[in-house]
């Protein structure tokens, strides 16, 4: 089941990308504690990481993709980790779609039998991404 949920995060992630927060958020624990350390924003509480996923879902402007490599993976009892290289193609407010890569670290918890996110950890991967992420806060993302 845990593996299921993590496939479907990809798809969930590349609507987000489309400007809708909704499928991402429902990933998320909505039970602190709760953190995200993100590639543009960073918040502790389920109070404060909701609205980052609005703000940033609304910084989109086009979704192409969003691959995820996974390079290492583990559960034991009810937490989980993932830890991925995630690639995705998109677009700020109408600008041209960029390419940035992150190294990501998810951490799940079992919450009545479901996995939901209870920490992210994002960064860019390399030069070209920091310099597209660069690039979103300019034209107004975060």
């Known amino acids: 089941m845990w593996t299921m949920?993590?496939?479907?995060?990809?798809a969930?992630?590349?609507?987000?990308r489309l400007g809708i927060p909704s499928p991402r958020k429902s990933l998320?624990?909505?039970h602190d504690p709760?953190?995200?350390?993100g590639a543009e924003a960073s918040a502790?509480?389920?109070?404060q990481v909701e609205p980052i996923f609005d703000r940033l879902a609304d910084s989109f402007s086009d979704g192409q993709s969003c691959d995820y490599e996974v390079v290492s993976a583990d559960v034991s009892g009810d937490l989980?980790?993932?830890a991925a290289i995630e690639q995705?193609?998109?677009?700020?407010?109408g600008s041209a779609l960029d390419t940035y890569t992150l190294r990501v670290t998810t951490i799940f918890r079992r919450e009545k039998g479901a996995w939901k996110v209870v920490h992210r950890h994002?960064?860019?991967?390399?030069?070209?991404s920091t310099t597209a992420l660069g690039r979103r806060r300019e034209q107004g993302a975060m």
């Not at 969930?12 to 987000?16: A, G, L, N, P, Q």
């Not at 709760?34 to 350390?37: A, D, E, I, K, T």
């Not at 502790?44 to 109070?47: I, L, M």
């Open 12 to 16: 969930r992630s590349w609507r987000y």
């Open 44 to 47: 502790s509480g389920w109070g």
């Open 5 to 10: 949920s993590f496939r479907s995060s990809g």
């Open 80 to 82: 989980g980790y993932v």
């Open 28 to 30: 998320w624990s909505h």
């Open 34 to 37: 709760v953190s995200l350390f």
């Open 122 to 128: 994002g960064d860019p991967l390399d030069v070209a």
């Open 88 to 93: 995705s193609v998109a677009a700020t407010r």
